[in-house]
């Protein structure tokens, strides 16, 4: 699809990734950028228009939908990072990074599906993680509901075709932004990040893959699972 001229909503605009996916939809040509975020006064970018829109809470979702009918384009974007494992985390901790990365991705998008359709097919992006392929006990919450939601984006891409509804999925590794604060080792400039995704969404494409972390995942899934976890040789 053509981002010039495009109605776009981004979810988690307000800051990182999604602050820059919203920039980016500015500087192609959008004809307008909703940016979403549970509190749209800590949206501060011009040009945007700041929308109030919390993943997991369904009203919130319902609401957003009934204001934004001239989306064509939806970023699922919003994220949580916990740092919880399976065995140790919480429970509450575990069950909102599914609630977030898998539910709240899938009431989004059921809600604005047939806007949508509606408004010509368009196109949704969902903003996924090499840890959709790859996870480690520290982040096995979040890498689990983003692998959750990778099998979630495969069936939307082929429930929402009949209505010509366009679905890529963006895999990236750690990006430089407050949730990878932590992390010591290269990271992505998520600015270059959101440039890569919208170029693969024009380009109709079904995936994006990101950086050469993310690129050499993908292409060890067709291995055996030492190849990617070492640990597993006695």
Sequence with gaps: MDIKG?????????RGLGRKFAEALLERGAAKVYAA???????????????????TDPA???EAAS???????????????????LLGGKLA????????????????????????ERNGGGAVLNVLSVLSWFTAPQVAAYSAAKSAAWSLTNALRLE???QKTQVTALHVGYMDTDMA???????????????LALDGVEAGRFEVLADDVTRNVRAGLSGELPGLYPALVS
Excluded: C, Q, W
């Design 6 to 14: 495009a109605v776009a909503l981004v979810t988690g605009a307000n």
């Design 93 to 116: 901790d575990i069950r909102l990074e599914m609630d977030t990365h898998y539910f709240g991705t899938l009431a989004v998008t059921r809600e604005f599906a047939p806007i949508l």
């Design 67 to 85: 204001i934004a009918g001239d989306v064509t384009l939806l970023v699922n974007n919003a994220g949580s990072s916990t740092g919880s494992t």
């Design 60 to 62: 919130s979702i319902r």
């Design 181 to 195: 604060k932590h992390v010591d080792g290269p990271k992505a400039d998520p600015a270059l990040v959101a440039g």
């Design 160 to 162: 929402l075709a009949p």
């Design 37 to 55: 975020a549970r509190n749209p006064e800590s949206v501060d970018l011009p040009g945007v228009v700041p929308l109030r829109l919390d993943v």
